[in-house]
């Protein structure tokens, strides 16, 4: 009786489902976090009858067969890139992206990484870098003397200095936008790596048609929605339990064939 | 003497595959798209040697797959969609057209809009639909128009069955048929944009049916065991020699 391994798999799918959730909420106040969210597809069916066979000599069609099927698959988990809400620091490296796009991060390794979380600082040379210690590209160094940093829609880097009447141009930050940016490969610290399912990165200023502008001071807050993830988490609780109740009965009835005598 | 046992053994038999079916419903009760399936017995009647009166067995005639409607569930995603109406998107697999109600639906990196499993959605020229690159404003309409920046892409394909009994479940959510799909008319079917129907699977029902196979296969247990039972206090009664 495969009734037994059809609710195991709907168990295992279910705990799949907590998962991704529980990883959503305890992200929830991470900077430029995009939530998961986990799809399910069937399994194969068994045709015990085809549909369509025909039932006797005279040629009468079954109109429909008997297809058992074998329960459920994780399809897909994947990320749901909506715009989170801005939130103001006041922070002037803070930087958040209003529309499409991620900032371009060199890694130690010289691999490029992408990110939307914009919380950057200055390192001990005074270059942009980010909470870890990685460059943000093309490399902006802002010089020591520097009292203000200004940075506005269109990516320039501008830096106030004492004395000079005009703010000095450190240099311009580009954007990095993807096909399909839901085949981005992350791989924690809120990076995303370029993966054959997202397609080659296409770079171009902020503020460029299909491009969104920075806003400093602010950063985008993540896109988990606290009473979404809940309602989720209830229903695939409940559908965990009654695969569970599914698992009993079917036991008991193999219980119950094997006790006759 | 025996139709007592292999009556209460084809219960038994299609009792077990009821079970499977609701285990399965259950499994797949966050399935986006997922239609519930039903077990449909009937009666088979036969006539014994020697007896007076006909026997009924049980059989089971079809799974029946229900195509009501699931509840709609938003996401916000763009490219999600979901159908309120009596109709299925096509997708091009392999090994032909094949037909789903699951609407969540992604770019490939040819732009092309696909399915969870990377199967091509079809419009309704039964062509693949590529999304301009740059694309930052993506419209679904109710038609199943999809619009890109305001400018007119594609049509969703969608298809529609005279008899939907003939469609054949295949895994990821699709359907297989050899009849050739239907223009769907416009009034009552609408394409929902930034939402997921959820599967039709109602959770206290099928676990109320859970415990009606249950008893029921405890009766038809019970009837087995009684009737061998009775075989064997019949022999050992009948066939025991009186001493004169």
Redesign the interface.
């Given at each position: 009786?495969?009734?037994?391994d059809?609710?195991a798999?709907?168990m295992e799918?279910?705990q799949t489902?907590v998962d991704t959730i529980s990883n959503n909420i305890a992200n929830m106040n991470t900077s430029g976090y995009k939530r998961q969210?986990a799809?399910?597809?069937?399994?194969?069916?068994q045709?015990?009858?085809?549909?369509?066979s025909t039932s006797s000599d005279v040629g009468t069609v079954?109109?429909?067969?008997?297809?058992?099927?074998?329960?459920?698959e994780t399809?897909?988990i994947?990320r749901?890139m909506?715009q989170g809400s801005l939130e103001r620091t006041g922070n002037n490296l803070d930087l958040a992206i209003n529309?499409?796009g991620f900032f371009q991060i060199e890694m130690p390794d010289g691999q490029t990484a992408y990110t939307r979380n914009g919380s950057f600082q200055l390192n001990q040379d005074g270059e942009i870098v980010t909470a870890d210690g990685y460059t943000v590209q093309p490399g902006l160094v802002v010089p020591p003397e520097a009292t203000d940093i200004t940075i506005n829609e269109s990516g320039e880097v501008l830096a106030n200095i004492d004395g000079q009447v005009e703010p000095v141009n450190v240099g311009q930050l580009e954007l990095a936008?993807f096909?399909?940016e839901?085949?981005l490969e992350a791989i924690g610290k809120s990076l995303f790596l370029e993966t054959?399912?997202?397609?080659a990165p296409?770079v171009a200023v902020p503020n460029a048609?299909?491009f969104g502008g920075i806003q400093q001071g602010f950063v985008e807050s993540s896109n988990v929605d606290m009473a979404q993830e809940l309602t989720d988490m209830i229903?695939?609780q409940?559908?965990y339990e009654?695969?569970s109740?599914?698992i009993q009965?079917?036991d008991?009835?193999m219980q119950?064939?094997t006790?006759?005598? | 003497m025996e139709t007592t046992s292999f009556v209460a053994m084809s219960s038994s038999e299609v009792l077990q595959r009821r079970m499977d079916t609701i285990s399965n419903n259950v499994a797949n009760m966050n399935t986006t798209g997922f239609n519930r399936q039903q077990l449909l017995t009937v009666q088979h009647t036969v006539q014994p040697e020697g007896g007076d009166r006909p026997v009924a067995f049980v059989n089971d005639l079809a799974t029946r797959t229900d195509f009501a409607q699931g509840s709609l569930e938003q996401t916000g995603n763009d490219l999600d969609v979901a159908l309120q109406g009596d109709a299925f998107f096509t997708v091009d697999s392999p090994a032909g057209e094949r037909y789903t109600r699951a609407g969540n639906f992604r770019l490939n990196d040819n732009n092309e809009l696909v399915n969870a499993d990377g199967l091509r959605v079809l419009d309704d020229q039964d062509n693949a639909i590529e999304i301009p690159d740059g694309t930052t404003n993506l419209e679904i309409d109710e038609n199943g128009t999809i619009l890109a920046d305001n400018e007119e892409v594609a049509t969703l394909g969608l298809a529609r069955f005279a008899d939907n009994r003939l469609l054949e479940h295949v895994s990821g959510g699709l359907y297989a048929t050899d009849e050739p799909p239907l223009d769907v008319g416009n009034d009552d079917v609408r394409v929902q944009q930034g939402m997921l129907e959820s599967s039709n699977v109602e959770g206290v029902r099928e676990m109320s049916r859970m415990i009606e196979v249950h008893r029921a296969y405890e009766r038809v247990q019970n009837v087995l065991t009684e009737d061998h039972r009775r075989m064997e206090e019949s022999i050992s009664t009948l066939a025991q020699v009186q001493r004169a």
């Amino acid at each position: 009786m495969r009734a037994l391994d059809t609710a195991a798999t709907g168990m295992e799918a279910q705990q799949t489902n907590v998962d991704t959730i529980s990883n959503n909420i305890a992200n929830m106040n991470t900077s430029g976090y995009k939530r998961q969210r986990a799809e399910f597809q069937d399994l194969l069916y068994q045709n015990v009858r085809r549909v369509g066979s025909t039932s006797s000599d005279v040629g009468t069609v079954v109109p429909s067969g008997i297809q058992l099927g074998a329960g459920v698959e994780t399809q897909a988990i994947y990320r749901v890139m909506e715009q989170g809400s801005l939130e103001r620091t006041g922070n002037n490296l803070d930087l958040a992206i209003n529309g499409k796009g991620f900032f371009q991060i060199e890694m130690p390794d010289g691999q490029t990484a992408y990110t939307r979380n914009g919380s950057f600082q200055l390192n001990q040379d005074g270059e942009i870098v980010t909470a870890d210690g990685y460059t943000v590209q093309p490399g902006l160094v802002v010089p020591p003397e520097a009292t203000d940093i200004t940075i506005n829609e269109s990516g320039e880097v501008l830096a106030n200095i004492d004395g000079q009447v005009e703010p000095v141009n450190v240099g311009q930050l580009e954007l990095a936008n993807f096909a399909n940016e839901a085949g981005l490969e992350a791989i924690g610290k809120s990076l995303f790596l370029e993966t054959q399912a997202s397609g080659a990165p296409d770079v171009a200023v902020p503020n460029a048609p299909g491009f969104g502008g920075i806003q400093q001071g602010f950063v985008e807050s993540s896109n988990v929605d606290m009473a979404q993830e809940l309602t989720d988490m209830i229903s695939a609780q409940r559908a965990y339990e009654m695969n569970s109740r599914v698992i009993q009965a079917s036991d008991q009835m193999m219980q119950t064939a094997t006790r006759l005598r | 003497m025996e139709t007592t046992s292999f009556v209460a053994m084809s219960s038994s038999e299609v009792l077990q595959r009821r079970m499977d079916t609701i285990s399965n419903n259950v499994a797949n009760m966050n399935t986006t798209g997922f239609n519930r399936q039903q077990l449909l017995t009937v009666q088979h009647t036969v006539q014994p040697e020697g007896g007076d009166r006909p026997v009924a067995f049980v059989n089971d005639l079809a799974t029946r797959t229900d195509f009501a409607q699931g509840s709609l569930e938003q996401t916000g995603n763009d490219l999600d969609v979901a159908l309120q109406g009596d109709a299925f998107f096509t997708v091009d697999s392999p090994a032909g057209e094949r037909y789903t109600r699951a609407g969540n639906f992604r770019l490939n990196d040819n732009n092309e809009l696909v399915n969870a499993d990377g199967l091509r959605v079809l419009d309704d020229q039964d062509n693949a639909i590529e999304i301009p690159d740059g694309t930052t404003n993506l419209e679904i309409d109710e038609n199943g128009t999809i619009l890109a920046d305001n400018e007119e892409v594609a049509t969703l394909g969608l298809a529609r069955f005279a008899d939907n009994r003939l469609l054949e479940h295949v895994s990821g959510g699709l359907y297989a048929t050899d009849e050739p799909p239907l223009d769907v008319g416009n009034d009552d079917v609408r394409v929902q944009q930034g939402m997921l129907e959820s599967s039709n699977v109602e959770g206290v029902r099928e676990m109320s049916r859970m415990i009606e196979v249950h008893r029921a296969y405890e009766r038809v247990q019970n009837v087995l065991t009684e009737d061998h039972r009775r075989m064997e206090e019949s022999i050992s009664t009948l066939a025991q020699v009186q001493r004169a």
